[in-house]
Nanobody
């Protein structure tokens, strides 16, 4: 059974940092892109960042580029999202996702319902 388990969410002041983690299990993910999406209250789920399993390719939502960094630890089957200079508008539930045979850029444009696997999400709240 495939599982994506997120951790690391919490409450932080504007300008602060958090690191999210997502550990994948249940299958081999070497042909998958791994990504982070977020959903703010009353809004649709949106793409944030994605990375190839090898870690050689990444892609970001423009509004987080330069503040967020996605990375992989293949030995631990874990993808990270380092979030710096957080803003109140970054407040959302952050979801880990895995998608088969797509590039990180392609994953950013995929319909939400077409993404292969999802985690249950972790809440990030940024206070002003």
């Amino acid at each position: 059974q495939v599982q994506l388990v997120e951790s690391g969410g919490g409450l932080v002041q504007a300008g602060g940092s958090l690191r999210l983690s997502c550990t994948a299990s249940g299958r081999t993910f070497s042909s998958y892109a791994m990504g982070w999406f977020r959903q703010a209250p009353g809004k649709e789920r949106e793409f944030v960042a994605a990375i190839s399993w090898s870690g050689s390719s990444t892609y970001y939502l423009l509004s987080v580029k330069g503040r967020f960094t996605i990375s992989m630890d293949n030995a631990k089957n874990t993808v990270y999202l380092q979030m710096n200079m957080l803003k109140p508008e970054d407040t959302a539930v952050y979801y880990c996702a895995a998608d088969f045979l797509v590039t990180p850029q392609a994953m950013s444009a995929r319909p939400i319902h077409s993404i292969d696997y999802w985690g249950k999400g972790t809440l990030v709240t940024v206070s002003s």
